[in-house]
Each structure stands twice: as C-alpha cells, then as structure tokens.
C-alpha cells in the first residue's frame, strides 16, 4: 500500500440529503468528505444527525440531494445500476450494528457469501483465504457452526470477515460494536484496526464510543448537518454526541 499513500478512495463535495416528504427534511447541509488509501475514520454526532445517512449514500444505499460522490475515483452518479451494484460488491463492504449472518449457513459459508454471490462459488485459494481470515480473528473452531450457536461477538467478527471477503478499497461500519459488551466491542474494534493497518483497506466506522472513537487516525464530527474535525481540545477531554 505504500504506493497508495494519500490516494484518495472517498471523496464528497458540497453533499447534500433531504428527505420528501408531506414537509422535506433537510439532513445534510454540505458535507465535504476526503478519506485516503489505508485511512480508519470515526465519526460521531447526535442521534439523527445523519451519520447512518452518509454511510448510505457513500455505499450507494441511497443518493444525495446534491453534491459530488467519488468512490475510489469514480464519480457514482455517472454508474448504471449494475455498475452500483459492482461497487457495492466488489469496492466497498459493510458491517452494521446487527450481524445479519444467514442463519441456515455456517460461519464459513456466511464468510465466503459474497464470493459466492459474485462468482457461484469460491476458489480454492480464496476458501484458504477467508478461512485464514476466520482463525486469525478466532474463529478457527466454529467455520462450522451456525449463527445461532455462536455468540454475538462471534458473529460479529464473522461478519467483518464477510465484510473483506471481495477484499473491497473500502469498508463502512455503521455502530459495529453498538450490540456487543464493552470488552467484546473492543476487540471488534482491534480486528478491524489490524485489517485497515495489514490490508490497507480504509474504514469509515460510526459509533457513540467515544473511547473506539478516539483511537481512530481522526474523528470527525456531524452537527446541524454539517461535519468537522474535532480540535486536539475536544479529543482530549472527549465529547457526548450521543
């Protein structure tokens, strides 16, 4: 990755989001967004500030009102719907708060899903890489077990490994660790922080954490619609959004 350095892999300019409605409401007011090669992003705000709202549009779950997208250099209004669906596929990936792991697949079948998807089934090289994946995060024991047998850690680290299965520039966590008890959480918050670092993948992750929040390369503050940084000040006495 070190070629990479500074290559820009998100990029919004002027964003703008307002949901219709019987009265519009307005959400984002200007967001201008730059995220590099390799880079892990929090950002935090209130509930209902628009944070989960910029995960959808920068993941082309959702388009803005106005305003530029890149993702990965690409300009995302310009792409069909087949091509949003590559991008949602292929270059990024995403962990919510809930696993959503399928219940009637395994741990490794959930992992290697979006594989499967892509190309009706794995190699056998990317198999060994998934796998790989699953012991190095603690699950080398359960590739065979169910969802409903593990437990919500489990699954969740499960669900980040199917996050990286296209091995996508970019990954969006949306309160990944939101259902998961503190010391569970953090070692959630670790496996991804060791992906960005070894993979080189960028993370931009939501969260009320305000502890996993401020061990991210910046933190970024949403507030009546519009972001900034927060001062060295703000990051050492640490903020309440929530």
């Known amino acids: 990755m070190s070629g990479e350095a500074g290559r820009l892999v998100i990029e919004t300019v002027g964003l703008k989001k307002t949901y219709l409605g019987k009265m519009p409401t307005p959400v984002l ?3 201008d967004l730059r995220v590099a090669a390799g880079e892990f992003v929090s950002i935090i705000g209130q509930s209902g500030s628009g944070k989960s709202t910029l995960l959808n549009i920068l993941g082309a779950l ?9 993702i990965d250099g690409v300009d995302i209004s310009t792409l069909t719907e087949d091509g949003l669906a ?3 596929s292929q270059v990024v990936g995403f962990v919510f708060q809930a696993h959503f792991l399928l219940d009637e697949l395994t741990c490794l079948e959930n992992a290697v899903l979006p594989i499967s998807i892509r190309n009706g089934s794995p190699t056998l090289e990317e198999s060994a ?3 790989s994946l699953l012991v190095r995060v603690g699950l080398g024991g ?5 969802p409903d047998t593990m437990s919500g850690g489990e699954n969740q680290r499960c669900a980040i490994v199917r996050a ?5 520039r970019i990954v ?3 309160e990944p660790t939101g259902d998961l008890d503190s010391h569970t959480g953090e070692e959630v918050f670790r496996l991804m922080r060791q992906m960005s670092s070894e993979i080189g993948i960028s993370f931009v992750m939501v969260t009320h954490d305000e502890r996993l929040a401020r061990a991210a390369d910046r933190i970024l503050l949403i507030e009546d619609g519009l972001m ?3 001062t060295k000040e703000e990051k050492a006495v640490g903020t309440s959004p929530s």
């Open 62 to 70: 959702d388009v803005p009102t106005e305003g530029l997208v890149k």
């Open 29 to 31: 007011f200007g967001i």
């Open 164 to 168: 990286l299965a296209n091995r996508p």
């Open 172 to 174: 969006l966590a949306d």
């Open 142 to 146: 359960k590739l065979h077990k169910y």
């Open 129 to 131: 890489w998934i796998t």
């Open 228 to 230: 900034r940084a927060l």
């Open 86 to 88: 590559v991008l949602r």
